[in-house]
């Protein structure tokens, strides 16, 4: 697998991108643009998620945690997987719950760890 | 020399990282035209013919289901293999699909590997058997 120019090998990561790595044969470039457009992507479909939560907007929730729980296994971000499983199984109980609550805003910190290490990894430095 | 023609495949998925990651895979062996709706991959054919079609089926405006309908519509597209991309393992999702004209289902995340395959067998079906 190729390492991101940063990678401390000897931290557990917080992310895999083998099969990111896979899909685009194992060309750098295209891998660093995948990962800026993973950390965009992730970034603004939290964001969304919480003022979909402040608005009540169930079903948009619910599109929101569906569209990007593949993109989680993707590149391997296995604690965000775990939680956006767990998202999933309030949002099958179709209410609006501040546990459900609970739950975006530690995806969201999951995210912004994830995110960080990524950028670190890839000296990526824009906000 | 002889020029080869890849052939053409046509992408449609409103998330833009399983579009670029679709282009990226696929690209080494195919041309890849990745459409971010369902409206402008309509549009789009108006115009071209691809050799298959990998779309998803949750998309905003348009959804997955009505544009494979729309594509079985049309004369020109009428025949041409469609692979439909979910988040959803339910089986009558793939019924669904496969009722209304699809040639695979695919769930997301899919092995980059099983997609290849889905890719060769549509766009080869008789080298693939031979294959066998």
Redesign the interface.
């Known amino acids: 697998m190729i390492s991101p120019p940063n990678s401390n090998s000897s931290n557990v990561k917080l992310y895999d991108l083998q099969v990111v790595v896979q899909m685009c044969r194992g060309n750098d470039e295209q891998v660093l643009k995948m990962v800026e457009v993973f950390i965009e992507q992730i970034s603004q479909s939290i964001k969304e998620m919480e003022t979909a939560y402040s608005e009540n907007d169930f079903l948009k929730i619910k599109s929101l945690a569906h569209k990007i729980k593949p993109l989680f296994t993707y590149f391997g971000t296995s604690k965000l997987e775990k939680e956006i499983l767990l998202t999933e199984v309030l949002l099958s109980k179709e209410v609006i719950s501040f546990e459900l609550k609970l739950k975006i805003t530690n995806l969201n910190l999951i995210a912004r760890e994830v995110i960080s290490e990524m950028k670190n990894d890839f000296n990526i430095t824009y906000e | 020399m002889n020029k080869i023609i890849k052939k053409k495949i046509l992408v449609v998925d409103d998330?833009?990282?399983?579009c670029?990651?679709?282009q990226?895979?696929l690209s080494?062996d195919y041309e890849v035209i990745t459409i971010y709706s369902a409206l402008e991959a309509l549009e789009w054919l108006e115009g071209n013919l691809p050799d298959l079609i990998i779309s998803d089926i949750?998309m905003s405006k348009m959804d997955g289901y009505e544009f494979l309908t729309k594509v079985r519509q049309r004369g020109f597209t009428k025949h041409t293999p469609i692979v439909m991309l979910s988040?959803?393992a339910e089986s009558k999702e793939r019924i669904k699909c496969y009722r209304l004209g699809a040639q695979d289902y695919l769930t997301?995340?899919f092995n980059?590997e099983e997609l290849e395959e889905l890719v060769k067998k549509n766009l080869y079906p008789i080298h693939y058997a031979i294959e066998w």
């Open positions: 998330e833009i990282s399983i670029m990651l679709l990226n895979f080494q949750q988040g959803r997301k995340p980059p």
